[in-house]
């Protein structure tokens, strides 16, 4: 299996943007997990889904941030508009079920200018 | 407020040396934990899980869970110069949440 899939893996854009983050989870992974990783705060979970529901969105900072998961196979995290202090690693990790192992992707590093 | 503290580090051990990782958690509730380990710019990966009180060995990686006092750490035996990079402690507060709290991580140095 290919693993987690992030596109892009960098984005650079400027404040007041729109930023589209997409995300494949590993085949037959009933979980997908969205998290943001920085120096200051480290790696907090924004939102989780299973089959495609979304079960728990506490950690999305701002109605800036949506996620969605419209099949199995593909779920993207859009923030707009973008501010600086969005500039983060943001990752994204599958799971074949609850309280198993999750596997992260290779994350994609977001700088908002 | 769930919260998983970790010395920042970095922690410096020479080549062949014990390097002890430690964590503490604040939700008594909590019931599954995990150590990630994660490269300079790459993605965490999962290297250890405990669930149960006491010890938990898989190679050169012991990991070690006391409820009681809320402390769970990471053994690392023979530590080599591949072992560097940050460690991140996880903990799940169990039944009706899969949300995981990662700690900050500590930086481990193995000095050859």
């Known amino acids: 299996d290919a693993g987690v899939i992030q596109s892009p893996r960098h984005e650079v854009t400027e404040m007041g943007q729109e930023v589209t983050l997409r995300c494949k989870p590993i085949?037959?992974?009933?979980?997908l997990f969205w998290y943001r990783q920085t120096m200051m705060r480290g790696l907090e979970l924004l939102i989780y889904?299973?089959?495609?529901?979304?079960?728990?969105d506490s950690g999305m900072p701002e109605d800036r941030f949506s996620a969605k998961m419209p099949n199995a196979s593909f779920s993207t995290l859009k923030i707009q508009p973008s501010e600086p202090r969005d500039s983060a690693v943001y990752f994204c990790?599958?799971?074949?079920?609850?309280?198993?192992?999750?596997?992260f992707g290779p994350g994609t590093r977001l700088l908002v200018l | 407020q769930k919260e998983v503290e970790q010395n920042s580090g970095p922690l410096s051990v020479p080549e062949g040396a014990i390097a002890s990782l430690n964590c503490t958690y604040s939700d008594r509730g909590s019931q599954s934990f995990f150590w990630y380990r994660q490269y300079s710019g790459k993605s965490p990966e999962l290297i250890m899980s405990i669930y149960s009180n006491g010890d938990k060995e898989d190679g050169r990686f012991t990991a070690q869970l006391n409820k009681a006092s809320q402390y769970v750490s990471l053994l690392i035996r023979d530590s080599q110069p591949s072992d560097s990079a940050t460690y991140l402690c996880?903990?799940?507060?169990?039944?009706?949440?899969?949300?995981?709290?990662f700690g900050k991580g500590t930086k481990l140095s193995v000095i050859p």
């Open positions: 085949s037959g992974h009933d979980y």
């Open positions: 889904f299973n089959n495609n529901v979304p079960i728990d």
């Open positions: 996880a903990v799940n507060s169990g039944a009706g949440s899969y949300q995981l709290t």
């Open positions: 990790a599958s799971s074949p079920a609850i309280r198993e192992t999750q596997y």
